[in-house]
T-cell receptor, first 111, second 112 residues
Framework: RKEVEQDPGPFNVPEGATVAFNCTYS??????FFWYRQDCRKEPKLLMS???SGNEDGRFTAQLNRASQYISLLIRDSKLSDSATYLC????????????FGKGTKLSVKP | DAGVTQSPTHLIKTRGQQVTLRCSPK?????VSWYQQALGQGPQFIFQ???????QRGNFPDRFSGHQFPNYSSELNVNALLLGDSALYLC???????????FGSGTRLTVV
């Protein structure tokens, strides 16, 4: 079993739609959680960190459930520019640790 | 302020050959990690360097080795290349003890 598992996708949605990505992680020692965005043939870029209390950044909302070892990302009012692969990422080792990536879920937002 | 710089951007090698990829970390960063991203997969952690030593290693064979120089730049070496080594190789840097990885744009390696 992979340490970080995501919806396989791809997700094809119209502009303005709300889309949700789900992710589970298997190592309960994981300490930090993130969503990264990766455009085609580009490097991953941090979209947002994920906190137990939930956090929001504009149209993006991230949630963490430590008991269920579950992470989610909600995108409201999808834009064409949101089309990308979304990577769920955990860090096991605190500030000394390294990033463990999920496989990613591809999102295509259509006009 | 330059971000993470990787070279070359693209590379084609033949099976059995050896390759060296290079990374210059972001200014102020002293820790470098390398990742391999195969097509359609998420990045996989190879190893991390700090103070010129390998500090952590992922599940990669000994064919993958690295080095960090006193100026914090790093190299990734892969020996006896296999077709399956074809991937995007990403370098990420950060300052030890702090969050915030910065990724380079990667080196795309094709093994034929």
């Amino acid at each position: 079993r992979k340490e970080v598992e995501q919806d396989p996708g791809p997700f094809n949605v119209p502009e303005g739609a709300t889309v949700a990505f789900n992710c589970t992680y298997s190592n309960s020692a994981s300490q930090s959680f993130f969503w990264y965005r990766q455009d085609c043939r580009k490097e991953p870029k941090l979209l947002m960190s994920v906190y137990s209390s939930g956090n929001e950044d504009g149209r993006f909302t991230a949630q963490l459930n430590r008991a269920s070892q579950y992470i989610s990302l909600l995108i409201r009012d999808s834009k064409l520019s949101d089309s990308a692969t979304y990577l769920c990422v955990v860090n096991r080792g605190g500030s000394q640790g390294n990033l463990i990536f999920g496989k990613g879920t591809k999102l295509s937002v259509k006009p | 302020d330059a971000g993470v710089t990787q070279s070359p951007t693209h590379l084609i090698k033949t099976r059995g050959q050896q390759v060296t990829l290079r990374c210059s970390p972001k200014s102020g960063h002293d820790t470098v990690s390398w990742y391999q991203q195969a097509l359609g997969q998420g990045p996989q952690f190879i190893f991390q360097y700090y103070e010129e030593e390998e500090r952590q290693r992922g599940n990669f064979p000994d064919r993958f080795s690295g080095h960090q120089f006193p100026n914090y730049s790093s190299e990734l070496n892969v020996n006896a290349l296999l077709l399956g080594d074809s991937a995007l190789y990403l370098c990420a840097s950060r300052r030890q003890g702090l969050w915030g990885y910065t990724f380079g744009s990667g080196t795309r390696l094709t093994v034929v």
